[in-house]
């Protein structure tokens, strides 16, 4: 896809998540991986109001190369992009329901959220919680370096999910599985839960080529 047509769709997926009150405010930020760099939504802009021709225009090495300055979240994205070479796109948003997960004292933080479904396996997979760090902090985009090689998604804690897929659309439709993932984990709790078995989910990792 041209550069302009993944500018379009990166601000019309935007919309259509802030629409929807997947993210509020200015909160959440997109980004996409383009062959001289990468497009990343400004600071303080709402996911809501994207304008393609402002999208900020990246460098590899941090550099601003065109729009206006990037979201202070920027090297959430890049730590990713830098262990994840078929990552095409990455949404990092602040939806209720996995920001609510991410504040829970009993995570497993090699796993926040179990087996529910098939297809929260087949587009999440496993989901490590990120320990605390305030917004801003560089020390977060080694951290998520160091697990982005294994994981495609990571939780960070009191906070919100980033979430990385081949496209636009990919990361899109996986973060809004981990959303109703997150909205069915809080539903069972305090249910007795059937969660995929192991068997179950090594027959998804063979039927669809998962590399989990
Ligand atoms: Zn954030």
């Known amino acids: ?23 509020a405010g200015s909160s959440g930020n997109i980004s996409a991986r383009l062959e001289d760099g990468w497009l990343l939504t400004p600071t303080n802009s709402s996911l809501g109001a994207l304008d393609p021709a402002r999208l900020s225009k990246l460098a590899w090495d941090g550099r601003l190369l065109s729009g206006d ?15 994840r070479s078929g990552a095409g796109a990455i ?3 602040h939806s209720t329901h996995s920001a609510a997960v ?3 004292s009993d995570l497993d933080p090699a796993d926040c959220i179990p087996p529910l479904t098939p297809y929260y396996v087949m587009k999440i997979g496993r989901l490590p919680l990120v320990p605390y760090h305030r917004p ?6 080694d ?18 999910p980033v979430v990385s897929g081949a496209s636009l659309e990919a990361a899109v439709y996986a973060v809004e599985e981990l959303e109703e993932t997150a909205k069915l984990f809080l539903l069972l709790r305090g249910h007795a839960v059937r969660v995929l078995t192991r068997e179950q989910i090594e027959e998804l990792k063979t039927a669809f080529k998962l590399d989990l």
């Open 143 to 160: 951290v998520i370096r160091g697990l982005a090689g294994r994981h495609s998604a990571v939780l960070l804690a009191n906070h919100g």
């Open 91 to 93: 949404v990092h948003l």
């Open 1 to 23: 896809m041209s550069e302009a047509g993944i500018r379009e769709q990166l601000c019309r997926f935007g919309r259509s998540l802030f629409d929807r009150g997947l993210t």
């Open 102 to 104: 991410s504040c829970m």
């Open 136 to 141: 801003g902090d560089p020390r977060l985009g």
């Open 69 to 83: 300055a990037p979201s202070k979240e920027a090297f959430l994205h890049r730590g990713m992009y830098l262990e």
